[in-house]
């Protein structure tokens, strides 16, 4: 049990200012002395073993976390392109924020170039929208010109560029598969793994409203898995990144701060994060 607590407890340095802690596990260890006479009550000893195995598969998996985008080199317009990838996969890749763009980028090739999911909308208040449906705050042009005459938009050398209508290119789909299989969450993560990809990591509003869809497209009427766990006194994601974007319903969040069973998160169907006991069977989507 010595080396259980240590790598918990080294765990928890690395992840928490433990004299805040308010209700992790951490915060029992945090105030008591960390020797290796430390005694560990019999009824914790499950949630220190839960925690570690957990915390073993994520660290696993660190290097292997990106978004799936695939390049599809067929030569077709936006709105073919649009289309195939809705057919394929879930829809044109967006790059909806600086993080989404960054793990794009992560993701292809810097020599590759093609369709983005970004097209002019005059609803939109910025007169741009994503093909999932939300508007485009975040922009990366790669010059300035007069983007008004160009509806488009092709990615190209890390940056955006302006096309017309029957501009042919090569073009990104963003990939989200909805896997129907019932399975706890840890399965969930494994499942997804063992297919080179991983569990669903949503860092956008746009992939929020993708992945809303492509479990409403399946008929899915509960919610579904993602790559949200609760370890150390916060969220994270599989990859342990903090989440920057989220989705928790309104005014219930403050339920989600302190969870003792409930440590695993899921999507709903109206696109909403859920907090949910880790050993239930859900469906998942994996990235």
């Not at 598969?57 to 195939?84: D, E, P, T």
């Not at 290119?169 to 990809?197: D, I």
């Not at 701060?257 to 695993?264: K, L, T």
Request: aromatic share 14%; hydrophobic share 35%; charged share 20%.
């Amino acid at each position: 049990m010595v080396n259980m607590r240590l790598i918990l407890f080294e765990y928890c340095k690395v992840r928490s200012n433990l004299d805040t802690c308010k209700c992790s596990f951490c915060h029992k260890l945090s105030f008591r002395k960390i020797t290796n006479s430390i005694s560990i009550h019999p009824e914790e000893d499950a949630t220190m073993k839960e925690m570690i195995v957990v915390m073993l598969v994520i660290l696993k998996g660190l290097c292997s976390f990106s978004a799936k985008h695939v390049l599809v080199n067929q030569l077709m317009n936006w709105q073919q392109a649009q289309q195939y990838c809705r057919t394929y996969f879930t829809d044109l890749s967006p790059l909806s924020n600086k993080l989404e763009d960054q793990v794009f980028r992560g993701s292809v090739s810097p020599n590759s170039w093609g369709w983005i999911g970004l097209y002019m909308d005059s609803r939109s208040p910025t007169g741009w929208m994503w093909s999932g449906g939300d508007n485009a705050t975040y922009i990366n042009w790669g010059y300035q010109m007069y983007y008004n005459y160009y509806p488009y938009v092709f990615w190209m050398a890390n940056q955006w560029y302006p096309g017309l209508r029957n501009d042919l290119h090569s073009f990104f789909c963003l990939n989200m598969t909805v896997v129907e299989e019932r399975k706890t969450w840890e399965e969930a993560l494994q499942y997804c793994r063992g297919n080179n990809t991983n569990l669903v990591r949503l860092i956008s509003g746009t992939q929020r409203l993708l992945a809303a869809s492509q479990i409403q497209k399946q008929n899915i009427s509960g919610p579904v898995w993602i790559g949200l766990r609760y370890l150390s006194d916060r969220w994270l994601w599989v990859n342990s990144d903090d989440p920057v974007y989220r989705d928790w319903p309104q005014p219930e969040g403050q339920n989600y701060q302190c969870s003792a069973e409930r440590r695993c998160g899921a999507l709903t169907t109206q696109g909403l994060w859920k907090n949910v006991d880790c050993q239930e069977t859900l469906n998942f989507i994996c990235f």
